[in-house]
C-alpha cells in the first residue's frame, strides 16, 4: 500500500486495523522498548512513522535496519501523539527485505547536485529529486490529456531517420560497420554494405514524418526522445531529450502560436493544481520566485511582436549583452530572458524570422526575406518552443531546399506532401525538459531527466 493510498483511507478520521506499507528507511532511532522508523514508498513527499516495538519477534534486527535499507510493515493505522504529523503505524510485523551497508551514499544531510549527478542512479531516493520524477511523470500525462481534449491523434515517429530535418548536420550516426571495414569511395565513407545500405542517424525531430500523418489524419502529435549531436556543456542542452511536436493541417501561424501558448498555459495550470506538495519543495528551497512565475505566465495573455521589433527593443534597452544583437543573427538566452523577464514581464511569442537563420522547411513570406517562423519565449528560460507554419508550395520548397545547400533526393517523399493534395499547415517542438525546468525553478536540464546524456558521459 502507497501512502497516497493510506491518505485516501484517513477520509474516516478513524484507525485502520491492518495496513501493509513496502519502501526504504530514511532514517532509524531508538528509544527505550521501541524503534522509530521513517518510511517513503515515492509516492509522495513525506514519510510516514513506523513504531515498532520491542515485543516484535525480530526486534533485534529491526535495530540493525539502516538508511536506504528496504522493509515491508504490516501494521495498524493509528493518530499520532507526536507533533507534526497527524497518523503513524503501529508495526505488528516488519519483514527486512534488504538491510543497506553504512556506506549508502545517501544519508541524512544535504547533498550537492553535482555529487548527486554522479549517482544518478540513486538520486531519486532524495526529496528533491523523487519530486522533480513524479511532476515529470503528471506533466506527461498533462500532455497527453491535452491534446486527446483536442481531438489530436497521438503518434510514433522514426528514431532511425535518414533524414536531419534542422539540416545543422549534428546527427548521431548510426551504422552496423565495424570500424576496420568502412570504405571510402570518391572521398565519402560508402555505406553500400551498412545494414540500412546508406547513412542512418538517430533523429533530432519527429517533424517531417509527423507532417505526413498531418496532411492525413488532420491534427496529430508526437512526443518521445530525440537526439542532438551538439558537443556544449551548457545548462540547457543534453545529447538525448524529448520533444512534443504536434501539427495541424489548415492551420497558419496564427493558429500555430495560439496552440503553443494554450498548452504552456494548460500544463503549467495541471501542475499546480496536481502537484501541489512537490512544488511547494522547489517553491520554498530552489526558487522563492517560483510560484509567482508560474501564477504570472497562467494569467497574462502572452506578447506577439516580429522579430524586427525584438531587435529593436533589445538594441534600444541600454543593456549589455555578451552577444551582439543584430537583424540577420539568432537570439541568444540573454536576449530571451531579457524579453519576458525585463521588458515585457510575461510570455513573449516571436514570429517572422529572417530566413537564413531557419531552416527549409519553413514558409517563405512576401518579403522574400522572412518565414513564418514563430518562437515561444518565457522568463527563466527562454525558448521553449519553436516551430512555424511549412513551405506547401512545391517549388518555393525547392528552392530553399537549395538555398540551404542540401540535396533534394533524400527528401523525395517531403516534395511529394506537396505534389498531392498539398494545404497549410503548421506546429511546432516543445521541449519536455524545458518545460520541467520552468515548473520546478530547476536551472539545469541535466537535474530534470533520469540519466542525462552529456559529452563523455554516458555512465549509467
Keep these: 500500500m502507497t501512502r497516497e493510498k493510506i491518505v485516501k483511507l484517513l477520509g474516516s478520521r478513524s484507525p485502520v486495523d491492518e495496513v501493509l506499507i513496502k519502501g526504504w528507511v530514511r532514517t532509524r532511532r531508538d528509544s527505550k522498548g521501541f524503534s522509530f522508523l521513517e518510511i517513503n514508498d515515492g509516492s509522495c513527499l513525506k514519510n510516514i512513522q513506523v513504531i515498532a516495538d520491542e515485543s516484535l519477534a525480530n526486534y533485534d534486527d529491526i535495530r540493525k535496519v539502516t538508511t536506504g535499507s528496504a522493509v515491508a510493515i504490516t501494521g495498524r493505522l493509528v493518530e499520532s501523539k507526536g507533533k507534526g504529523q497527524g497518523w503513524e503505524i503501529q508495526a505488528e510485523a516488519v519483514d527486512i527485505i534488504n538491510i543497506a551497508p553504512d556506506d549508502f551514499p545517501l544519508q541524512k544531510k544535504r547533498h550537492t547536485d553535482e555529487f548527486l549527478r554522479t549517482i544518478a542512479h540513486l538520486r531519486p531516493r532524495t526529496n528533491k529529486y523523487s519530486a522533480v520524477f513524479r511532476i515529470r511523470s ?26 536531419d530535418c534542422e539540416g545543422a548536420g549534428e ?20 555505406f553500400s554494405d551498412d545494414f540500412f545500405g546508406t547513412e542512418a542517424n538517430l533523429t533530432v525531430s519527429g517533424q517531417l514524418s509527423a507532417e505526413m500523418l498531418a496532411l492525413s489524419l488532420g491534427d496529430v502529435y508526437t512526443f518521445g526522445p530525440t537526439f542532438r549531436a551538439e558537443n556544449s556543456n551548457t545548462s540547457r542542452h543534453v545529447a538525448e531529450f524529448w520533444m512534443v511536436e504536434p501539427e495541424m493541417a489548415f492551420c497558419d501561424l496564427d493558429g500555430n502560436m495560439q496552440l503553443g501558448e494554450d498548452l504552456i498555459k494548460f500544463l503549467v495550470s495541471w501542475i499546480i493544481d496536481h502537484c501541489a506538495d512537490d512544488l511547494n519543495l522547489f517553491a520554498r528551497f530552489v526558487d522563492k520566485t517560483l510560484m509567482p512565475t508560474l ?33 540577420g543573427k539568432d537570439l541568444q538566452s540573454e536576449h530571451e530572458r531579457y524579453l519576458s523577464e525585463q521588458h515585457f514581464e510575461k510570455p513573449v511569442i516571436l514570429y517572422d524570422y529572417p530566413k537564413e537563420i531557419k531552416p527549409f522547411y519553413m514558409r517563405l513570406n512576401d518579403d522574400d526575406r522572412t518565414v513564418a517562423a514563430m518562437d515561444v519565449l518565457v522568463p527563466r528560460i527562454g525558448e521553449i518552443i519553436g516551430g512555424s507554419q511549412r513551405e506547401e508550395r512545391l517549388e518555393v520548397l525547392k528552392r530553399r531546399i537549395a538555398e540551404t545547400g542540401m540535396a533534394q533526393e533524400p527528401y ?49
Design 138 to 163: 503528471e506533466l506527461a500525462f498533462a500532455v497527453h490529456k491535452f491534446f486527446r481534449d483536442r481531438d489530436f491523434r497521438h503518434i510514433h515517429t522514426p528514431i532511425i531517420t535518414g533524414s
Design 171 to 190: 546527427l548521431f550516426r548510426i551504422t552496423t560497420l565495424p570500424p576496420d571495414k568502412a570504405a571510402i569511395k570518391d572521398g565519402n565513407t560508402d
Design 295 to 327: 501564477d504570472n505566465i497562467v494569467s497574462s495573455e502572452f506578447e506577439r511582436l516580429p522579430y524586427t521589433d525584438a531587435i529593436e527593443i533589445l538594441n534600444k534597452s541600454g543593456q549589455k549583452f555578451d552577444y551582439a544583437v543584430d537583424f
Design 412 to 460: 523525395w517523399w517531403y516534395l511529394d506532401a506537396r505534389r498531392f493534395g498539398s494545404v497549410e499547415h503548421s506546429g511546432f517542438g516543445m521541449g519536455f525538459e524545458r518545460v520541467l525546468m520552468l515548473v520546478t525553478g530547476i536551472s539545469n536540464i541535466r537535474d530534470v531527466i533520469p540519466f542525462p546524456r552529456t559529452p563523455g558521459s554516458i555512465e549509467f
